[in-house]
């Protein structure tokens, strides 16, 4: 069945891409884990992140917009410049439509709804709604951009988003994505929100830039996110399993109101109040995390554990904050914290533990330390100096084997390390300034060799964590003496 039906209106755009191949996205949900980065000190690319697009199955419905709109298929009509979709069944969008909106209401049915090179602006709502389905799937076409803006004031003040679904809601394929939030957020749903693919630039959003009730997992994609409160919030859990996300946030990168699980992925947070929070636990078992932060770069309000990853994090609050337990098992640390009363690593009450069984840490910052539990499997030292920006740290064996070389990039008073190249009962040598012909990478240097640099001190593991220096009381509850094993050189 083809129905014509003609309307007026302005177009605000001179020009948009809508030349794009035959149908061919994906459409189903997947929560298969996607792949890690190649390595974990390098990204995974936009072509990486975006996905992989397969067919549509059975009919389509083609809407094409524009000064006529056709309907060409079955389950779709239009009034007063709202398409309604109202079956279940396969849609194909493209075109233009100025001061327009597209609402889904199909009692809980499925809608695959392929955005094929479209322009939808609406100024008093969402510029794409459904207000009942089971499971909406937003197919992006590879090769076509797609824009969608809403505007500052919404006629329903119940309505939260640019790409707003009450029920569950999935964005996939390898094409293009472009929201303007103005009202409230980029995209929402008030079930769960799944992002398994394409390219999705959220160029602003009044709030949140992605915002779910029920959940979020982001199994791949690449994200670029402008948001005026949180980049990424859910009311509960957020998983991500892979993609390529750069955020940028007024207040937190990445917000749970239970708990976040990082398995894969890149995410790099290059503004933000706190980088990583979870009200309940963080875990994070992979990916590669670069945070930039105005307050603590991981935020727990219970427990943290890490067990892989790469994490790379300047802030100036704690350096990474649990307010329980915190375990590290595994993975790359390097976190650079305030100078201040926070401290590199902050846990709980005295009842709370720091354990660490496995990884490397680097973390720095202001006076406030805290105690390692005896029940920690790998070694690790508090190094307490004031140092300034730039200055060059190296720990070295008796021997004069690297240990480690790193740059602080900001000042610090309080050093924390650990590592399996720690042993019991072995002696280090703790120098500060010089030089080091190698490379660098996230502050730290390898393949090169330690020059010129001053003895600061020599501790001896004696302990599975031991301290050197003496604290200045910045607020910290843990008292650093000369520690275990831990002494100046002669003067």
């Excluded at 997947?30 to 974990?40: L, R, W």
């Excluded at 396969?90 to 322009?119: F, H, M, P, R």
């Excluded at 600061?456 to 509850?477: C, E, I």
Aim: hydrophobic letters at 35%.
């Amino acid at each position: 069945m083809k129905k014509t039906l003609t309307i007026l209106f302005v177009v605000i755009f001179a020009l948009i891409t809508t030349s794009c191949a035959e149908i061919e996205p994906a459409i189903p949900h997947s929560t298969d884990n996607a792949d890690s980065p190649n390595t974990i000190i390098q990204s995974i690319s936009a072509t990486e992140a975006a996905g992989k697009s397969v067919p549509l199955d059975g009919s389509v419905t083609n809407i094409k917009l524009g000064n006529e709109i056709v309907i060409d298929g079955t389950g779709a009509d239009l009034s007063d410049n709202i398409i309604y979709i109202n079956a279940a069944g396969n849609y194909s969008l493209s075109g233009s439509l100025s001061d327009g909106q597209i609402i889904i209401n199909c009692d809980k049915a499925t809608i695959n709804l392929e955005l094929a090179g479209v322009n939808i602006t609406n100024s008093s709502g969402p510029a794409i709604y459904s207000a009942d389905a089971k499971m909406v799937n937003i197919i992006l076409k590879e090769d076509c951009i797609n824009t969608l803006i809403d505007g500052t004031k919404y006629s329903d003040a119940e309505l939260k988003a640019t790409l707003f679904c009450e029920d569950s809601l999935t964005i996939t394929g390898n094409g293009t994505l472009n929201i303007s939030g103005n009202y409230k957020h980029g995209i929402a749903s008030d079930d769960y929100l799944f992002i398994d693919g394409g390219n999705i630039n959220i160029l602003s959003a009044a709030t949140d830039g992605l915002h779910a009730n029920d959940g979020i997992t982001i199994n791949g994609g690449n994200l670029s996110i402008k948001a005026g409160s949180d980049a990424i919030e859910s009311e509960l859990a957020i998983t991500i399993k892979g993609g390529l996300l750069n955020l940028d946030a007024d207040d937190d990168g990445i917000h749970a109101e239970t708990d976040l699980i990082i398995e894969a992925g890149t995410i790099n947070i290059t503004r933000s109040y706190e980088g990583l929070e979870g009200k309940n636990t963080i875990i994070i078992n992979g990916g590669y995390i670069r945070l930039k932060c105005d307050d603590d770069s991981i935020n727990a309000g219970v427990n943290t554990e890490i067990n892989g990853g790469y994490i790379y994090a300047d802030c100036n609050g704690d350096g990474l904050d649990s307010n329980g337990n915190m375990t590290i098992n595994g993975g790359t640390v390097v976190v650079f914290s305030g100078n201040n009363a926070n401290g590199p690593i902050d846990i709980g009450d005295r009842n709370a533990t720091f354990t660490i069984n496995g990884g490397t840490v680097i973390a720095t910052g202001g006076n406030m330390g805290i105690s390692v539990s005896n029940n920690s499997t790998q070694h690790s030292m508090w190094i307490n100096s004031k140092l300034s920006a730039d200055t060059l740290v190296n720990i070295t064996d008796s021997n004069g084997n690297e240990i480690t070389t790193f740059s602080l990039i900001k000042s610090s008073s309080l050093i924390f390390y650990s590592s399996d190249k720690l042993s019991q009962n072995t002696s280090y040598n703790i120098n500060t300034g010089g030089s080091h012909s190698g490379s660098i990478t996230n502050s730290v240097y390898s393949n090169g060799v330690y020059s010129t640099g001053t003895l600061l001190g020599n501790v001896t593991m004696t302990a599975k964590n031991v301290s050197f220096g003496q604290s200045s009381g910045m607020g910290g509850w843990n008292d650093f003496g000369m520690g275990e094993g831990g002494r100046r050189p002669g003067r």
